[in-house]
């Protein structure tokens, strides 16, 4: 066997696991890593235009063109909040998105980031999980420690509570999508 067939073996079993599926077969998964194995998932959608300010590489897509994304968005941890059992208030998760993305829905990006940027969907689902954690750190400042413990430490329902990872994975069309993941 060869030195770079070997090698690309050797990552593939390193960075999977077998997980037991319920027909009591094995799959193959690439998933969370086994220290954050909890995940909560929203999703909603925007409605935008852009252009690629006529950059050749772009082709067509160049010029100011609409799209309509599907915004999908993880927020994984190492544990559930105490007491409440949960990742995340998915109430207070669907909306803290749905404000993110209302500064884009329905908005000419080109005028949103008027820095000649190329809003690419790679670009834009970067910029959604910055928000998002931006918007998540602010909640904790402002509230507390947010555990619902009844500490008498803030935010007592627990709904900004959340220590861990988010991913943004923002569809273009059924085929195509970008992500980005990154720390709270």
């Not at 060869?2 to 799959?27: A, D, G, V, W, Y």
């Not at 929203?42 to 690629?52: C, G, K, N, V």
Request: with cysteine.
């Amino acid at each position: 066997m060869n030195t770079i067939l070997r090698f690309i073996l050797t990552t593939l079993l390193l960075t999977t696991t077998l997980l037991p599926s319920s027909s009591n077969k094995h799959i193959l998964s690439t998933h969370a890593a086994p220290d954050m194995p909890y995940t909560l998932g929203i999703r909603d959608s925007i409605m935008i235009a852009h252009s690629f300010h006529d950059h050749p590489s772009f082709g067509p897509a160049g010029k100011l063109h609409g799209a309509t994304y599907t915004c999908d968005v993880e927020f994984i941890t190492a544990q559930l909040a105490p007491t409440l059992n949960w990742v995340l208030d998915i109430g207070y998760a669907s909306e803290l998105l749905k404000e993110v993305l209302d500064q884009y829905n329905m908005k000419n990006l080109d005028e949103v980031f008027d820095s000649g940027d190329f809003t690419t969907t790679e670009f834009m689902a970067r910029r959604i999980q910055m928000d998002l954690a931006e918007r998540l750190r602010k909640c904790v400042e402002k509230n507390g420690d947010g555990n619902g413990d009844g500490d008498g430490n803030g935010d007592e329902d627990g709904e900004c509570m959340f220590e861990g990872r988010i991913k943004v994975k923002l569809y273009e069309s059924h085929k195509a999508w970008a992500s980005y993941e990154g720390d709270v």
